[in-house]
């Protein structure tokens, strides 16, 4: 439910309109359509599953919220803050992006597509084991990473840092997937989410040219050109991470105007739809997203 209580000062919906004109009244219908919107949206993913969107122009500060608060299961999104907190680390000086990090058939996990390519090496580089995990969600350099940060309680412990204090990782690949009712671990709000990734890819948490690397290995990702990027008008670049498992399928996208302003948009579900409707569903956010906000 979109709550209009604090419509025009930071509450759970503000729109283009509010941002424009600061004076200006809030406008009850234009909650009341991207309220309906979005639980049409939900609608199309099947009796009792869940959409949770939260919406930021970093621009204006308008937002638009919708289930924005409660927790879904990260999956594989959790590899954008990963990929940050290596970066972090390079900065530093306790780990180098040029490192070589070694692993073996039993590192090997089913999707560990740059991985397993390299198995007769067997090594790579940090940064290209960052770029692995963000471009293509390999499972395998993940929990190479997490090892190297003091694993899910490091990389919690890095998001608390960074001003998250929702967003939590218990476990690793794959298990962090499981996705049960009412199981907090490895979770977080699609709010706490896209406040995240604004201050990580957008923020001052990075020095600028970790952010550089960032934002290139989320434009060069292939994981979700079908989900939020799909609903995106053209001239806009865009870079998303993706997280599918158990239910849940999800997309994080930072999206550019061609003036180079940009929104960030978390959009988790829940739920046992096939994985083009929930793909579906996404692109539907992103337009709405981009009506409502501009």
């Not at 439910?1 to 930071?10: P, V, Y």
């Not at 560990?112 to 067997?122: E, F, G, Y």
């Not at 709010?191 to 020095?207: E, M, N, P, Y």
Request: with cysteine; aromatic share 4%.
């Amino acid at each position: 439910m979109i709550d209009r209580r604090t419509f025009c000062a930071g509450g759970a919906l503000l729109l283009g309109a509010c941002a424009a004109s600061p004076a200006s009244p809030p406008r009850d219908e234009d909650a009341g359509h991207a309220e309906a919107a979005l639980e049409a949206i939900r609608a199309t993913l099947g009796n009792g599953a869940r959409l949770g969107v939260a919406a930021i122009d970093t621009a204006t500060g308008s937002r638009l919220l919708f289930d924005a608060d409660s927790r879904y299961a990260m999956c594989s999104t959790f590899k954008a803050p990963l990929a940050a907190a290596i970066l972090s680390a390079a900065e530093r000086g306790t780990l180098s992006l040029d490192e070589e990090i070694a692993f073996g058939p039993a590192d090997l996990l089913d999707h560990a597509p740059v991985v397993r390519a390299n198995l007769a090496k067997p090594r790579l580089p940090v940064r290209t084991l960052c770029a692995a995990i963000v471009e293509v969600s390999d499972n395998s350099a993940a929990n190479l990473l997490l090892a190297r940060i003091g694993g899910p309680a490091g990389l919690t412990r890095f998001v608390r840092a960074a001003g998250d204090s929702v967003t939590r990782l218990d476990r690793t690949e794959p298990e962090l997937n499981s996705n049960l009712p009412g199981d907090p671990r490895d979770t977080t709000s699609p709010a706490a989410f896209a406040a995240l990734i604004q201050r990580l890819v957008l923020g001052d948490v990075l020095r600028p040219a970790s952010r550089d690397l960032l934002a290139g290995w989320l434009r060069s990702a292939s994981t979700g050109l079908d989900r939020l990027r799909a609903g995106l008008p053209q001239g806009w670049t865009a870079g998303d991470k993706t997280g599918t498992g158990n239910g849940a399928n999800n997309d994080v996208a930072v999206a550019w105007r061609p003036d180079g302003s940009a929104l960030v948009i978390a959009s988790f579900t829940n739920g046992d739809a096939p994985a083009g409707v929930r793909n579906a569903a996404h692109a539907e956010v992103a337009r709405l997203v981009v009506r409502q906000l501009g």
